[in-house]
């Protein structure tokens, strides 16, 4: 019986202890890592910075904006984004489709202090300068938005068109 109690209150501590690993403890990149094997996604897979082919240039506000608001892109191309945060709050941008975008707002309204690191997404902290550097190979309509708490639900996204290359099959 001493024994079971014992074990039981030793897993107890140790879970307790436990950090919690929503997207891991530690703090937000400024700048997307480049992993060192690319998860292709619907939306591209992250890009090498030796072959960027366009620089794209975005602030964000606290008016919970980003300008510009509206992207076109061509297919193959890969956009380094300079993201400034002209605001006092954090703001962050992450890449995505709608769905993918509105599901991860609902968790982070759950959980406003999750932490992530993918490369599609940035936080950048106020007055500062972030980036990402994404390879858009897969054409269609996609999103970006500032997935904070509060701050998708009050507007602050944008579109992003990614044009097929020429003579692709639709």
């Not at 996604?41 to 509206?70: E, K």
């Not at 309204?109 to 550097?133: L, N």
Request: hydrophobic share 45%.
């Amino acid at each position: 019986m001493k024994r079971s109690l014992l074990l039981f209150a030793v897993l107890t501590a140790t879970l307790i202890t436990l950090p919690v690993q929503a997207h891991g403890e530690k703090k937000h990149a400024s700048i997307a890592p480049a992993p060192a094997i690319a998860e292709q996604t619907a939306w591209g897979v992250a890009g090498n910075p030796a072959q960027v082919t366009r620089t794209i240039s975005l602030d964000m506000s606290d008016a919970m904006r980003f300008t510009p608001d509206t992207l076109a892109v061509k297919e193959g191309e890969t956009v380094r984004f300079v993201i400034r945060n002209q605001g006092r709050m954090l703001h962050e941008m992450v890449i995505g489709t709608p769905d993918e975008l509105a599901k991860h707002a609902a968790l982070m309204a759950r959980f406003p202090s999750m932490e992530h690191d993918e490369a599609y997404m940035a936080h950048v902290d106020p007055g500062k300068t972030g980036g990402i550097v994404w390879h858009f190979n897969r054409a269609g309509s996609f999103e970006f938005a500032c997935l904070i708490a509060g701050h998708y639900e009050a507007g602050m996204r944008g579109t992003i068109t990614v044009t097929p290359k020429p003579g692709a099959a639709k």
